[in-house]
Nanobody, 115 residues
């Protein structure tokens, strides 16, 4: 059973920064890909960023240049560094991983960007 545990959400003012962490219950190299999804109020869930086993990354257009996904293999952890946060980034952010045809999800962490 794979577990993904997120942390790092919270309330931040526009222009501020947050770093989300996702700790996996097994080596992150065992996953084909890991990343972060978000779902804002009244919006569909969207893929924000992902990192493949190879290290290649993907970002949705709205976060390019502001968000950075990274990983620490020794800690089985994937991070999402979010800078220049905007009110439209407000959402529940969920850690995601994919392996062997299965998707795995964390419980989600709330990010609220408001003055």
């Amino acid at each position: 059973q794979v577990q993904l545990v997120e942390s790092g959400g919270g309330l931040v003012q526009p222009g501020g920064s947050l770093r989300l962490s996702c700790v996996a219950s097994r080596s992150i190299f065992s996953f084909n890909s890991m990343g972060w999804y978000r779902q804002g109020p009244g919006k569909e869930r969207e893929l924000v960023a992902r990192v493949a086993n190879s290290g290649s990354t993907y970002y949705t257009d709205s976060v390019k240049g502001r968000f950075t996904i990274s990983r620490d293999v020794a800690k089985n952890t994937v991070y999402l560094q979010m800078n220049g946060l905007k009110p439209e980034d407000t959402a529940v952010y969920s850690c995601w991983s994919y392996s062997g045809g299965l998707d795995y999800w964390g419980q989600g962490t709330q990010v609220t960007v408001s003055s």
